[in-house]
């Protein structure tokens, strides 16, 4: 199994910054893509942010040019830099990866299990 745990999440005000960070672990033989999701109470969980094993990123229109994210392969961890916060970004954010095992070389899909980001106005 992998796990995926996050952090860096926590109260910002509107302008400010945070950097999450996401580290998968177990017996995995490659990550192929990662990224991070957010959900809203009440709202359906959306595509932040996602990034390839080489380095190509992709960004909702919401976040481009205030997200960045980037990966590590070496330590197996994505990074999502977080600039110009808006209250609407409030959220719990949510890293995914899709590895490939040692018992699905196929690849699975994995959830870490969130960290919070507030936004104050």
């Known amino acids: 199994q992998v796990q995926l745990v996050e952090s860096g999440g926590g109260l910002v005000q509107a302008g400010g910054s945070l950097r999450l960070s996401c580290a998968a672990s177990?017996?995995?033989?490659?990550?192929?893509?990662m990224g991070w999701y957010r959900q809203a109470p009440g709202k359906q969980r959306e595509l932040v942010a996602a990034?390839?094993?080489?380095?190509?990123?992709n960004y909702a229109d919401s976040v481009k040019g205030r997200f960045t994210i980037s990966r590590d392969n070496a330590k197996n961890t994505v990074y999502l830099q977080m600039n110009s916060l808006k209250p609407e970004d409030t959220a719990v954010y949510y890293c995914?990866?899709?590895?490939?095992?040692?018992?699905?070389?196929?690849?699975?899909?994995?959830w870490g299990k969130g960290t919070l980001v507030t936004v104050s106005s």
């Open positions: 177990g017996s995995i033989l490659s990550i192929n893509d």
């Open positions: 990034i390839t094993f080489g380095g190509s990123p």
């Open positions: 995914y990866a899709w590895a490939s095992l040692e018992e699905d070389v196929t690849g699975v899909g994995y």
